[in-house]
């Protein structure tokens, strides 16, 4: 069998859906080698996967994007992030490239550096993106606004006119600092930003229609998966299972992203509700003052068993959470902070299987509506789970990994 090596950016958001598809190729008699963020090596060693930490000085770089006064701001801020971690994941990749001598490569999108590292290496890799990529896809809008599909002429003008102009900025805002990057690495400039989102042969994406728009024109090389929700092996804590009224899990993002704004609204409006409001404020907890007898503030506890119990979720737009409620057949509300959550939320009304509110309009009383609106969507998260798993998840990934191992 082969070897493989796995590269994560230090994000638990990116290494949590990647960890089922390492595990499937262990399964297979497959030698997983995985570079993460050092917090988790222990972890993926449990597991029986081979790990060592990444260069420490990548993890220590943090997104400021929070800190931006409008989106192309934002823009700059993650570019700027992405290159400056590349400089030490590009040479971090390179070297256990030669360390390991994998037979084929897996990249996590966000390792800018590891992803020309991989390409110059020359060998069979694959990118791995936990979230829908930035790439022009015919007949779905542009990615960024969080715009919902629309058909005709009219809908054709509208994103050909604005993919333009979203694919413009960034082009702008990316292209010189991915140039660089690759140039370090000895490899050609690229002329937009589709093409070097589109530089490994193979791409996984963790998700799949209904929730996801139909790309018909990314096939064979980019193929979705469906999602992949993973978690640590943790105990549950013996409160999840004492009776009472159902969850309603309230999440925020795992990298710091300013936005206790949704957990105060969450505990303000949801205090009257027949739920059991469980809050996780995974990149630390904040003070949210006095909380009333149905709420709980915890940093981390499992979601899958609180899942189980759930009728309702609120997250921040991150994929991961947002797809791990789905994927469980629980409805969902969104509030989009930024980065990619817009089109998370886009897709959650798109596929009736929850609300979006936008952050500008959030307030206790407009989250406890839009939970009361998601909560009698169980149907339409239900359909989304059905497509995930129809989608063929860690299965389908290392089918296709496979496949690029035999080419």
Same mark, same amino acid.
């Given at each position: 069998?082969?070897?493989?090596?796995?590269? !994560?950016?230090?994000?638990?958001?990116?290494?949590?859906p990647?960890?089922?598809?390492?595990?499937e190729l262990?399964?297979?008699?497959?030698?997983?080698?995985?570079?993460?963020?050092? *917090?988790?090596?222990? +972890?993926?060693? #449990?597991?029986?996967?081979?790990?060592?930490?990444?260069?420490?000085?990548?993890?220590?770089i943090?997104?400021?994007d929070f800190?931006?006064?409008?989106?192309?701001?934002?823009?700059?801020?993650n570019? *700027?992030?992405?290159?400056? #971690?590349?400089?030490?994941d590009?040479?971090d990749?390179?070297?256990?490239? $030669?360390?390991?001598?994998?037979?084929?490569?897996?990249?996590?999108?966000?390792?800018?550096?590891?992803a020309?590292?991989?390409?110059?290496?020359?060998?069979?890799?694959?990118?791995?993106?936990?979230? =829908?990529?930035?790439?022009?896809?015919?007949? +779905?809008?542009?990615f &960024?606004?969080?715009?919902?599909?629309?058909?005709?002429?009219?809908g #054709?003008?509208?994103d050909?006119?604005?993919?333009?102009?979203?694919?413009?900025?960034? !082009?702008?805002?990316?292209l010189g600092?991915?140039?660089?990057? #690759?140039?370090?690495?000895?490899?050609a400039?690229?002329?937009?930003?589709?093409q070097?989102?589109?530089?490994?042969?193979?791409?996984?994406? +963790?998700t799949?229609?209904?929730?996801?728009?139909?790309?018909?024109?990314?096939?064979?090389?980019?193929?979705?998966i469906?999602a992949l929700?993973?978690?640590?092996?943790?105990?549950?804590?013996?409160?999840?299972?004492?009776?009472?009224?159902?969850?309603?899990?309230?999440? !925020?993002?795992?990298e710091?992203?300013?936005?206790?704004?949704?957990? /105060?609204?969450?505990?303000?409006?949801?205090?009257?509700?027949?739920?059991? %409001?469980? %809050? !996780?404020?995974?990149?630390? =907890?904040?003070?949210?003052?006095?909380?009333?007898?149905? =709420? /709980?503030?915890?940093?981390? %506890?499992?979601?899958?068993?609180?899942?189980?119990?759930?009728?309702?979720?609120?997250t921040?737009? &991150?994929?991961?959470?947002?797809?791990?409620a789905?994927?469980?057949?629980?409805?969902?509300?969104?509030?989009?902070?930024g980065?990619?959550?817009?089109e998370?939320g886009?897709?959650?009304?798109?596929?009736?299987?929850?609300v979006?509110?936008s952050?500008?309009?959030? +307030?206790?009383? $407009?989250?406890?509506?839009?939970? $009361?609106?998601?909560?009698?969507?169980?149907?339409?998260?239900? /359909?989304?789970?059905?497509?995930?798993?129809?989608?063929?998840?860690?299965?389908? &990934?290392?089918?296709?990994?496979?496949?690029?191992?035999?080419?």
């Amino acid at each position: 069998m082969s070897t493989i090596l796995a590269y !994560t950016s230090p994000a638990t958001g990116h290494l949590f859906p990647m960890t089922p598809l390492l595990l499937e190729l262990r399964s297979r008699g497959h030698r997983v080698h995985v570079r993460t963020f050092a *917090e988790h090596v222990e +972890t993926l060693r #449990r597991l029986g996967l081979e790990a060592e930490p990444t260069d420490a000085r990548i993890a220590a770089i943090w997104h400021q994007d929070f800190s931006a006064r409008n989106p192309l701001e934002a823009l700059s801020a993650n570019a *700027e992030t992405f290159t400056q #971690r590349a400089e030490f994941d590009g040479a971090d990749a390179a070297a256990s490239l $030669r360390d390991v001598a994998p037979d084929a490569a897996i990249v996590d999108i966000n390792a800018w550096g590891a992803a020309a590292a991989a390409q110059a290496w020359g060998g069979p890799w694959a990118s791995f993106s936990p979230y =829908v990529p930035p790439i022009s896809s015919a007949g +779905t809008p542009p990615f &960024g606004p969080g715009l919902a599909p629309r058909g005709g002429p009219l809908g #054709r003008i509208r994103d050909a006119t604005l993919r333009s102009l979203i694919m413009g900025q960034l !082009t702008k805002r990316y292209l010189g600092p991915i140039n660089s990057v #690759r140039a370090e690495h000895g490899l050609a400039a690229v002329d937009t930003v589709d093409q070097f989102f589109r530089s490994a042969p193979l791409m996984l994406v +963790t998700t799949s229609q209904p929730f996801d728009y139909a790309h018909t024109d990314w096939l064979p090389q980019i193929r979705s998966i469906g999602a992949l929700p993973w978690e640590p092996p943790s105990e549950v804590p013996a409160w999840v299972d004492e009776p009472g009224d159902p969850f309603a899990l309230v999440t !925020t993002s795992s990298e710091y992203q300013a936005d206790e704004a949704l957990a /105060r609204a969450a505990v303000a409006g949801l205090a009257e509700e027949p739920y059991r %409001v469980v %809050v !996780t404020m995974a990149a630390g =907890v904040a003070d949210l003052g006095p909380l009333p007898p149905n =709420v /709980r503030i915890e940093q981390f %506890v499992p979601h899958g068993p609180i899942l189980a119990r759930a009728a309702v979720a609120v997250t921040h737009g &991150g994929m991961g959470a947002t797809q791990k409620a789905l994927g469980a057949g629980v409805p969902t509300v969104v509030v989009p902070w930024g980065r990619d959550q817009l089109e998370v939320g886009a897709r959650v009304a798109h596929a009736h299987a929850g609300v979006r509110l936008s952050k500008g309009r959030l +307030t206790p009383d $407009r989250l406890r509506d839009a939970v $009361r609106r998601a909560a009698g969507m169980a149907d339409g998260a239900g /359909r989304v789970a059905a497509g995930y798993r129809a989608a063929g998840g860690a299965a389908a &990934g290392a089918d296709a990994v496979e496949e690029l191992l035999r080419t």
